[in-house]
């Protein structure tokens, strides 16, 4: 299985101020396609998750512009310009290169 | 509106089976896939398999391969999740998913999970 390794595990943010999350994979994520298949999704508590980015950088329908998504091959980063509060829940980053998707372990996003 | 809903609460004891469903609507119910996502308390998702209803064609992770049963019936736009002896490790949140490919792609619907508690 590839391994999804995210850093920080949490992350205490003044609202209005950036925040970043670090995910790195076990094995390249770009496919001979010349996709990367890489994905964030966001938790918010008591509810599914909700996909926030795909292939690495592309926001997914409805996802405000604050959010932005970077990276290739194993490394990947997702920053947020200014937090909000209804920013706060757990992020995750997600592959789908090759079977078993695999998740990260998960940052905990808490306002200050 | 696009949406997965999930069966209810479950609570079980060890060794019982059990079987949670997810039905499908208002989309081509045959055309994708749905995963199954296991959500331990206080842990990260893992993708436990998928299902095409179209052909019943059905992949399991590794981990959960031989553990769980993951069928569909397109006549009422329902997949469903199957346990034939739970353990108390089987405890945990289980997500429904829709996934438009086998791979290369994203859960893009999720239902709202389906808690299952495991308890002598």
């Known amino acids: 299985d590839i391994v999804m390794t995210q850093t920080p595990l949490s992350l205490s943010v003044t609202p209005g101020q950036p925040a970043s999350i670090s995910c790195k994979s076990s094995q390249s994520l770009l496919q001979s396609d010349g996709k990367t298949y890489f994905y964030w999704y966001l938790q918010k508590a008591g509810q599914s998750p909700q996909l926030l980015i795909y292939?690495?950088?592309n926001r997914f329908s409805g996802v405000p512009d604050r959010f932005s998504g970077s990276g290739s091959g194993t490394d990947f980063t997702l920053k947020i310009s200014r937090v909000e509060a209804e920013d706060v829940g757990i992020y995750y980053c997600?592959?789908?290169?090759?079977?078993?998707?695999?998740f990260g372990q998960g940052t905990k996003v808490e306002i200050k | 509106e696009v949406q997965l809903v999930q069966s209810g609460a479950e609570v079980k004891k060890p060794g019982e089976s059990l079987k949670i469903s997810c039905e499908a609507s208002e989309y081509s119910f045959n055309t994708y896939w749905i995963a199954w996502v296991r959500q331990m308390p206080g842990k990260g998702p893992e993708w436990m398999g998928t299902i095409y209803p179209g052909d019943s064609d059905t992949r399991y992770s590794p981990s959960f391969q031989g553990q769980v049963t993951i069928s569909a019936d397109k006549s009422i736009r329902t997949a469903y999740l199957q346990w034939s002896s739970l353990k108390a490790s089987d405890t945990a949140v289980y997500y429904c998913?829709?996934?438009?490919?086998?791979?290369?792609?994203?859960?893009?619907?999720w239902g709202k999970g389906t808690t299952v508690t495991v308890s002598s």
């Open positions: 292939e690495v950088s």
């Open positions: 997600m592959q789908s290169i090759q079977l078993p998707w695999t």
């Open positions: 998913a829709r996934q438009a490919r086998l791979l290369h792609y994203y859960m893009d619907v």
